[in-house]
């Protein structure tokens, strides 16, 4: 019981430090995004703005294809 008591907040402060280290990457956020919902357009969209910002034009272009793919699909 007492491991129990020592072992969850413990576990949830690595996730908390998990999640803020996401949040500040916003890459890394609508990667995640993109991936969990792969068949929605918006996160694409936005993955390929946090690519496009930081330079990287080729993966940029891959994720707005992606989103454009998608919302024509949706219509």
Avoid: C, K, S, Y
């Amino acid at each position: 019981m007492t491991a129990m008591l020592v072992l969850a907040p413990v576990t949830l402060a690595g996730q908390t430090v998990v999640r803020n280290a996401m949040w500040a990457d916003p890459r890394l956020l609508w990667l995640q995004a993109a991936r969990r919902a792969p068949d929605i357009w918006l996160p694409h969209l936005l993955l390929g703005e946090a690519l496009r910002a930081r330079g990287m034009r080729e993966e940029a272009a891959v994720a707005f294809r992606n989103a454009v793919r998608l919302q024509a699909r949706q219509r």
